[in-house]
C-alpha cells in the first residue's frame, strides 16, 4: 500500500454531530482509504475507544488510520500513524516514541516550514489552509501559488486542507496536491456516501 493510497483524505470529525465510528465506516463503504481521526475536545478514554475501533476497521479494509494530535492514542489504537501540528509534540520526540513503523505527516504553512518537516524525517506534510471559510473560518487562505512552491522544495507527499470544495480539487491537485483532506464541504452533503464517490471519481493525474 502507498503512503497516500487515494486523493482523498477522508476526515473523521465529529464537528457536524457524525458519530465517529459510523462516519468511519461510512468513508470506508464509499471506498476511502485514508482516514484522519480528529475529534477535538474529547475525554481519551472516548477517543481511544474511537481509534481502536476505526483502526480495526481500516485494517479489515486495507485502509490507513492516522489519530491528529495524539501519538499515545495513536500507539495504543494501533493505528498506522499520527498527525501532528506545528505546536504539537515535536517531529524528533514523536519519531523516538513511534520508531521507524508508524506514519507522522506535519502540517505546514509555508516551505520553510515544509523543508524542516522533511529534513526531520515526515513522512507526508499537510499544507494549508487553502482557501478562506472551512471549518477553522479562515479569513484567507494560501492558494494554489503557494502550493506550488512548496511542490517545488520538497519530494514528500503534500495533503492539503483548508476550505477545499469538491469544485476546487482538480486545481489542488493540479498545484502538486498528492491528496486534498476536506471536512465542511464533505459533512455537510446530505449523501455523504454519494458525496465520497463523487470526490473519488475525480481523475487525479
Not at 465510528?21 to 472516548?46: C, M, N, S, Y
Not at 476497521?57 to 498506522?80: F, K, P, S, T, Y
Amino acid at each position: 500500500m502507498t503512503l497516500i493510497p487515494s486523493h482523498f483524505y477522508a476526515m473523521v470529525d465529529s464537528s457536524r454531530g457524525h458519530e465517529p465510528v459510523a462516519l468511519a465506516e461510512t468513508f470506508l463503504a464509499a471506498g476511502a482509504r485514508i482516514l484522519q481521526l480528529r475529534l477535538k475536545d474529547v475525554p481519551a478514554r472516548d477517543l481511544l475507544a474511537s481509534a481502536r475501533a476505526i483502526s480495526a476497521r481500516c485494517r479489515q479494509r486495507g485502509a490507513l488510520l492516522i489519530v491528529n494530535d495524539r501519538v499515545d492514542i495513536a500507539m495504543l489504537a494501533e493505528a498506522h500513524g499520527v498527525h501532528l501540528g506545528q505546536h504539537d509534540l515535536p517531529l524528533e520526540a514523536a519519531r523516538s516514541l513511534v520508531g521507524p513503523e508508524l506514519i507522522i505527516g506535519i502540517s505546514t504553512h509555508n516551505v520553510e516550514q515544509a523543508l524542516a518537516a522533511e529534513r526531520g524525517g515526515a513522512d507526508y506534510i499537510g499544507f494549508g489552509p487553502m482557501y478562506p471559510g472551512g471549518l477553522k473560518q479562515n479569513v484567507a487562505g494560501y492558494g494554489v501559488e503557494n502550493l506550488r512552491a512548496v511542490r517545488d522544495a520538497v519530494r514528500l507527499p503534500i495533503v492539503a486542507i483548508g476550505g477545499i470544495t469538491e469544485a476546487t480539487i482538480p486545481a489542488v491537485l493540479a498545484a502538486g496536491a498528492d491528496a486534498v483532506a476536506i471536512i465542511t464541504d464533505v459533512l455537510n452533503a446530505s449523501d455523504l456516501e454519494r458525496k465520497v464517490h463523487s470526490i473519488l471519481a475525480l481523475n487525479h493525474s
